[in-house]
C-alpha cells in the first residue's frame, strides 16, 4: 500500500498545480478587469462608483475557483489528455457568469457590463493557457516514463493484446502497461513477446487475483472485453481492489465511440451499457452548416492578403492557371470540383501514370516526398497546406465542409468496402482527424478508421476542438510533403 500510494502522489501534485494556476489566472483576470475599467485613480479602494467591486472581485474569484472544482475540472480521471478537461473549464466560467447575469437582473443590480466583458474572456483564455502549460510538463514527464499510472491487464490472450496495444499506442494518457493475467488460458501461454509484457499468472479464483494483484501492486486493474471470469468473480475483485486502494478499469468491445453516445443503465444489478444510434440528420446538419458559413467567410476575410499574395507568387513562379480544380466525391457520392492553389508544373495529372510505382503513400492515395512535379512555391505552400486555402470557397459552396473526412478521388471511392462508404454520409472536410494525426504519415487503414469514427461521432465541440488542432498541426509541419 505504501509502493501505491507513493506512485499516484503525482496525481496530488498534478491537482496542486492546476489549483494554484486556476487561483493566480482568475484573480488576475478579476483585477484586471476592474483596473481597465474603472482605473487604478479611484480612491475608495471598497467600492467603485458606489459599488463594491474589490470585493465583487474577491468573492467572483472564489466562485469561480470552486465552480471548476464541483464541474471536475481538475478531476485525475481526465488531467492530461483528451479535451474532456477544457469542456468541463468552459462549462463551469459560462454557467457562472450566467448566473450572475440571472442573479444581477433578479435583484436590479447595476453591474458593469465593460467588467464581465474583460474578465470573462480574459479568464478562460487565462485559464486555457494555463491547463496548456500544466499540460505540456505533464506530458514532459510521461515522456520520462514519470507520471503514470502502472496497469495489470487481465483477460483472454487476444482482447490482452487488443487493450495493451491501445494503451501503449497513446502514452499521453498516462496508463502503463507492466503485466498481463490470463484466467483459464493454459499454463505457458503468453502474449506477443514484441509487447515485452510478463504474464502473471493463470488462475481464476479470487485468491489466486489478489495475491498476484497484492504482489505486483500496480496503481490500476483493467479487464479487458470477454475476460472469462464468473461474474461473481469480478464482483468480488471489486471489492479487493477498493480495499485495496486500486482502481478498477473495464475495456468492453465497443471501440470508435465516443462518450455522448455511451449512457449507463443499471439494472438489477447489471450496469447495462446503451450505444445511441448516430445521428446525421435534422439541427446537427443545419447547426454544422451555419458554423461553417460563419467560419469560411471569418476565415476568408483573415486570409485575404495571403489568398492574393499566394495567387500572384504562382503566377510568377511557373506558367498556367493560379487555381487548380480536380473531380472528388462529396456528400451522398455526388462529385463536384475541388479547389487548390496550383502546386505543381499545368502537366502533373499526365505525369501521374509514370510516376505511380513511385509511390510512398499508404497503397490507395498517390503520395510522393519528392515529387517532381511540384513547382518552387508549391513546395512553400503544400508544406504549410496553403495550397488548400481555395476551399474555403467550396465550404461556402456548400460542397465541403470546414471538418470532415477526407475528399477522397472517384478512383479511390471504386475500391471502397461497403463498410468504407460511411465517410460518404457527410460533406469532406478542409480538415479533418486526419489532418491532425499523421496526414501523409498515415496508413489507409487508419485514414478510414479516423474518418469513420468522425462521421459516427461528430459533435460542434468536436469540429472547434480540430480546427484549433489544424493550426497546431500547419505549423509543425508534421505529415506534410
Do not use: C
Not at 205 to 219: K, M, V
Not at 443 to 466: C, F, K, M, P, Q
Request: aromatic fraction near 8%.
Amino acid at each position: 500500500m505504501e509502493d501505491n500510494r507513493v506512485s499516484t502522489a503525482w496525481r496530488r501534485r498534478y491537482n496542486r498545480r492546476l489549483a494554484v494556476i486556476d487561483a493566480l489566472v482568475i484573480l488576475w483576470a478579476t483585477t484586471g478587469a476592474v483596473i481597465l475599467r474603472f482605473g487604478t485613480t479611484t480612491e475608495d479602494v471598497v467600492s467603485i462608483d458606489g459599488q463594491p467591486y474589490i470585493a465583487l472581485s474577491i468573492a467572483l474569484t472564489a466562485a469561480w475557483w470552486a465552480m471548476l472544482g464541483m464541474w471536475g475540472s481538475r478531476d485525475p480521471k481526465i488531467m492530461g489528455y483528451g479535451t474532456e478537461e477544457f469542456k468541463r473549464l468552459f462549462s463551469a466560467s459560462f454557467w457562472l457568469f450566467g448566473l450572475i447575469a440571472l442573479f444581477s437582473y433578479s435583484f436590479q443590480l447595476d453591474t458593469a457590463r465593460g467588467y464581465i466583458g474583460v474578465a470573462l474572456p480574459a479568464g478562460v483564455l487565462g485559464l486555457l493557457a494555463g491547463r496548456t502549460l500544466v499540460r505540456r510538463l505533464l506530458r514532459i514527464e510521461r515522456k520520462q516514463g514519470r507520471s503514470t499510472a502502472t496497469v495489470l491487464v487481465i483477460g483472454g490472450p487476444t482482447s490482452v493484446e487488443h487493450l495493451v496495444r491501445s494503451l501503449q499506442s497513446q502514452p499521453m494518457a498516462g496508463y502503463l502497461p507492466v503485466a498481463t493475467y490470463l484466467p483459464l488460458a493454459s499454463p505457458g501461454t503468453i502474449i506477443d513477446p514484441a509487447l515485452g509484457l510478463p504474464t502473471l499468472g493463470y488462475g481464476s479464483s479470487i485468491e489466486e487475483l489478489t495475491q498476484t494483484i497484492r504482489a505486483s501492486a500496480p496503481d490500476a486493474v483493467a479487464l479487458s472485453s470477454g475476460v472469462p471470469l464468473a461474474p461473481r468473480t469480478i464482483r468480488e475483485l471489486g471489492w479487493a481492489l477498493a480495499d485495496l486502494d486500486i482502481r478498477m478499469i473495464m475495456a468492453p468491445a465497443l471501440t470508435d465511440v465516443a462518450g455522448p453516445r455511451i449512457h449507463t443503465q443499471p439494472l438489477a444489478g447489471l450496469p447495462l451499457i446503451h450505444v445511441s444510434t448516430p445521428n446525421l440528420g435534422g439541427w446537427q446538419r443545419l447547426t454544422k452548416r451555419v458554423f461553417d458559413i460563419a467560419g469560411a467567410l471569418f476565415l476568408i476575410l483573415l486570409s485575404s492578403p495571403l489568398l492574393v499574395l499566394t495567387a500572384l507568387l504562382i503566377r510568377l513562379d511557373n506558367p498556367g492557371p493560379v487555381l487548380f480544380k480536380q473531380v472528388r466525391v462529396g456528400a451522398s457520392s455526388d462529385n463536384f470540383w475541388m479547389l487548390k492553389f496550383r502546386s505543381m508544373v499545368v502537366d502533373a495529372e499526365d505525369q501521374l501514370r509514370d510516376l505511380k510505382r513511385h509511390s510512398e503513400g499508404n497503397g490507395v492515395m498517390f503520395k510522393m516526398k519528392a515529387d517532381p512535379r511540384v513547382t518552387r512555391v508549391g513546395k512553400f505552400i503544400r508544406r504549410y497546406s496553403i495550397d488548400e486555402l481555395p476551399q474555403l470557397f467550396n465550404v461556402l459552396g456548400g460542397t465541403m465542409s470546414l471538418v470532415g473526412p477526407r475528399p477522397p478521388l472517384p478512383s479511390e471511392v471504386e475500391t471502397y468496402e461497403i463498410y468504407m462508404r460511411r465517410r460518404l454520409l457527410v460533406r469532406p472536410g478542409l480538415t479533418g482527424l486526419w489532418q491532425v494525426s499523421g496526414r501523409s504519415l498515415l496508413s489507409w487503414e487508419d485514414t478510414v478508421r479516423l474518418d469513420l469514427y468522425y462521421v459516427e461521432n461528430w459533435s460542434l465541440a468536436g469540429d472547434i476542438a480540430i480546427l484549433l488542432k489544424t493550426f497546431r498541426a500547419v505549423v509543425s509541419r508534421h505529415g506534410a510533403y
